[in-house]
């Protein structure tokens, strides 16, 4: 069971895990001399503001991304960046400290999904682009064609080779009275469905008992300020709040020229946290002098990969992205770059059955599920720096004499830096936090902070 | 539009003619343009420095030293105004050992180059020979 040239392949989703799965395997198949014909369905229109043209994130591209993006020859058009990040502020209950890279070039990049947030239309021409309308353009560009319909159903003709059913036009429905219409029959079907929409009870209802990941949500808000505002209060820097508010874990500011779009993840968050991390006087410090949360911000609350899938794939069938394995909470987008890719390859040299997928795309599923278990101990150790001062304190404490010392090797600030970009595995992280000169330094700090403390008593 | 400074850009920007990496530095990273040109320059001991190629936006340069722990054999000199990022040795090594086709996509690069070296090289003894026989 394997691709050869004429071998039709139906991609669904055209998010970054859809085109880049479509990209990766007609170039691929370029490189390796066959000629595919791939399908990929979007309904969604990359051109819209708002959450109907949006894939809904927070919106930053990764500094590890980035360099692999570079080194493959993919770079990001100017138009696509809203802003370029050079540090990170961690803002907690007990003071902040700005986390900078040791070298000094722009490598994360903030975007906007889909064509902005809601209202931003006004500005036409807009003076930005879609990235997800980017990355389906580069697919495109290799030979996928996109059609923009809605898939209705999926099942497997007497051969087991998948067909794709889409909703019909209002004149195909109109003419006919069809409810859903045999638009193909496929060699592969790659499901890149996330885990917002209907995509995975599609699959769901496949014969191959795949079910999804476990998810959760997150609140997601683009807030209007105006470039000079942002640039002032918040500068160049992603702002990360680590702070005492029942509900949230984490909070994030990320600059957007015009705009600031706010991120809140914790157990079951919604509007109500949103408005208590907003009045907290370290995000108040950020924002204007009586600045108010708008009646109705462009917001969305995406859910988010935090498990492993059961069965992303079977013969001829196969889930990339957040709908399968995923980075825990941060760089998405680079999961589904390097799982799109794994896929690609193994669709490639291994071939389309279960057995291929299992040997080549599953391990590197296995994997990234592994990574995130550590990534899920190194996130619910936030816990112990809202909750407890003196940990806190010592953090801070410890990070601010990394950052005044030009050749010290930095190694909890970059393992604060790595976890916020979502530029390293979580294992990698976990080494340099666990490292034992760090363990010492936060050790020393903890001791000096008590003694200051008792000598004031 | 290029280097519009009112717009966010990624990577390091050089002025022109700016030297982006020295011949006989030990490098620790592979540079790709995002924007602009560069030459690659070598020292032959001439009035001026022989130039080897010139590259242009996403093309790299500086992947020699990532394979070996020699110093670098060339310079490279910003044409114009450049941006180019860097990737870490590091990072890449650990990417090459995950994804065979960066790999491959980085071999065929140093092919491409290697080809161009030896039709120069051609071009060079051609030129000579035909110099020695006028």
Redesign the interface.
């Known amino acids: 069971m394997e691709l050869t040239s004429g071998s039709r392949v139906a991609v669904i989703g055209g998010g970054p895990s859809g085109a880049l799965s479509a990209y990766f395997l007609l170039d691929l198949a370029r490189q390796t001399g066959i000629a595919l014909e791939v399908d990929l369905f979007e309904p969604r229109n990359f051109n819209l503001t708002g959450p109907p043209g949006c894939n809904m994130c927070g919106g930053v591209i990764s500094e590890s991304l980035m360099q692999k993006m570079a080194a493959e020859g993919i770079t990001l058009p100017r138009e696509l960046l809203l802003d370029t990040i050079d540090s990170y502020v961690l803002h907690t209950d007990s003071g902040a400290a700005s986390i900078r890279p040791l070298h000094d070039e722009m490598r994360i990049a903030s975007i906007f999904r889909g064509a902005g947030p809601l209202g931003a239309e006004s500005q036409s021409p807009l003076p930005w682009s879609s990235f997800d309308r980017h990355l389906l353009e580069m697919a495109k560009g290799l030979g996928a064609r996109h059609h923009a319909r809605r898939v209705r159903r999926l099942d497997r003709d007497g051969e087991g080779r998948p067909r794709v059913y889409v909703q019909p036009l209002k004149e195909e429905a109109a003419e006919s009275g069809e409810t859903e219409r045999l638009f193909g029959v496929y060699d592969l079907l790659i499901g890149c469905v996330g885990l917002n929409g209907a995509g995975v009870r599609l699959f769901e209802a496949l014969d191959f008992g795949y079910r999804p990941p476990k998810s959760d949500r997150a609140w997601v808000a683009e807030l209007y300020m105006g470039a000079e505002e942002v640039r002032r209060r918040l500068g160049h820097a992603m702002h990360i709040f680590l702070l005492d508010v029942p509900g949230m874990k984490f909070a994030a500011l990320t600059p957007k020229g015009h705009y600031v779009t706010f991120i809140l993840l914790g157990d079951d968050v919604n509007e109500e946290v949103a408005k208590r991390v907003c009045h907290s006087p370290q995000v108040r410090e950020l924002f204007p002098e009586g600045w108010e949360m708008p009646v109705r911000p462009c917001h969305c609350q995406p859910r988010i990969n935090i498990g492993p899938p059961v069965n992303p794939f079977a013969d001829r069938v196969v889930l990339v992205g957040d709908c399968a394995s995923s980075r825990l909470y941060k760089d998405g987008i680079g999961a589904a770059y390097r799982m799109a890719k794994v896929c690609a390859l193994t669709a490639l040299t291994r071939g389309i059955s279960a057995e291929a997928f299992r040997e080549g795309y599953w391990p590197a599923c296995q994997e990234m599920d592994r990574d995130n278990r550590l990534g899920h101990l190194l996130f619910s150790m936030d816990g112990l720096m809202r909750h407890v001062t003196l940990f806190r304190r010592a953090m801070l404490m410890v990070v601010r004499e990394e950052q005044s010392r030009p050749h010290d090797p930095r190694r909890l600030s970059s393992a604060l830096w790595d976890t916020f970009t979502g530029s390293a595995a979580y294992r990698h992280i976990f080494r340099r936090a666990l490292h034992p000169v760090v363990m010492w330094r936060l050790i020393a700090a903890m001791i000096r902070l008590l003694f200051s403390f008792l000598r004031k008593r | 539009?290029l280097f519009?400074s009112e717009?966010?850009?990624?990577?390091?920007e050089f002025a022109d003619g700016e030297v982006i990496l020295h011949e006989g530095s030990v490098g620790d990273c592979?540079y790709?343009i995002?924007e602009g040109r560069v030459e690659v320059v070598v020292d032959d001991g001439g009035p001026e420095p022989l130039r080897l190629a010139v590259l242009e936006?996403?093309g790299?340069f500086g992947e020699m030293s990532l394979f070996s722990d020699l110093p670098r054999v060339a310079s490279v000199r910003a044409l114009g105004r450049v941006r180019v990022?860097?990737?870490?040795k590091r990072?890449?090594l650990r990417?090459l050992g995950?994804?065979?086709?960066?790999s491959?996509?980085?071999l065929l690069k140093m092919v491409e180059r290697i080809r161009l070296l030896v039709s120069e090289v051609v071009r060079l003894r051609k030129a000579l020979r035909e110099q020695q026989g006028g």
């Open positions: 539009m519009d717009k966010p850009a990624l990577g390091r592979l790709v995002l936006k996403d790299f990022m860097s990737v870490d990072g890449l990417w995950d994804d065979p086709t960066l491959m996509r980085i």
